[in-house]
């Protein structure tokens, strides 16, 4: 059975950090395509950045240029670092882990979701 355990979420103050990981068990292979989206309250969830098996990166247009995504393939981790945060990247944050293209393989899976707010 797959599991995606988030962790690293928190209260920090605005232009502070936070890293947040995400730990893959079950997930045999490294092929899948991992990704964080944040949902905030009454918003729609929303992509936030997605890694290729690869290594190939995409960013929201919000995040471009604070948030970093990586992975380390041997430990089927992936991580989000969060830098310059805002109040407005207040929301849940969930992992995400797609084997592409997903409409054929039907393989997608989700973290229970991590807590982030930017207050003072």
């Known amino acids: 059975q797959v599991q995606l355990v988030e962790s690293g979420g928190g209260l920090v103050q605005p232009g502070g950090s936070l890293r947040l990981s995400c730990a893959a068990s079950?997930?045999?292979?490294?092929?899948?395509?991992m990704g964080w989206y944040r949902q905030a309250p009454g918003k729609q969830c929303e992509l936030v950045a997605r890694i290729t098996s690869g290594g190939i990166t995409n960013y929201a247009e919000p995040v471009r240029g604070r948030f970093t995504i990586s992975r380390d393939n041997a430990k089927n981790t992936v991580y989000l670092q969060m830098n310059s945060l805002k109040p407005e990247d207040t929301a849940v944050y969930y992992c995400?882990?797609?084997?592409?293209?997903?409409?054929?393989?039907?393989?997608?899976?989700w973290g229970q979701g991590t807590q982030v707010t930017v207050s003072s």
């Open positions: 079950g997930i045999i292979d490294n092929g899948y395509t």
């Open positions: 995400n882990a797609d084997r592409i293209p997903v409409a054929i393989t039907g393989l997608s899976y």
